[in-house]
């Protein structure tokens, strides 16, 4: 599986952005998908995750209410609305996708095979 995420720019606070992740190679129809970010000087960390079955989202505590995580099996791509942004949600974006992740692992960024390339979100004060 092969992903490519897009969608990340420059935006003011109290604004919004959605992030997309298109997949190909596989469909991931049966794939739990993540999305994870990195600031700079600072450890990857888990943001939102979709798991294919039963349809279960959850979500970090620090996007809670202000992020929305969803995904088109039709067209192979998960998004990730992203509204309110606060400047501590200026990072890189990555998308991740795993077809065996349990529930307890889906914070996990090491449980995840395939990696979109980033997509920088910028939120300015």
């Known amino acids: 599986v092969q992903l490519q995420a897009s969608g990340g720019g420059l935006v003011q606070a109290g604004g919004s952005l959605r992030l997309s992740c298109t997949a190909s190679?596989?469909?991931?129809?049966?794939?739990?998908v993540g999305w994870f970010r990195q600031a700079p000087g600072k450890e990857r960390e888990f943001v939102a995750a979709y798991r294919w079955s039963g349809g279960y989202r959850y979500y970090a505590d620090s996007v809670k209410g202000r992020f929305t995580v969803s995904r088109d099996n039709a067209e192979n791509t998960m998004y990730l609305q992203m509204n309110s942004l606060k400047p501590e949600d200026t990072a890189v974006y990555y998308c991740?996708?795993?077809?065996?992740?349990?529930?307890?692992?889906?914070?996990?960024?090491?449980?995840?095979?395939?990696w979109g390339q980033g997509t920088l979100v910028t939120v300015s004060s």
């Open positions: 991740a996708a795993d077809s065996g992740i349990i529930l307890s692992s889906m914070t996990t960024w090491g449980a995840y095979d395939y």
């Open positions: 190679g596989r469909t991931f129809r049966r794939y739990t």
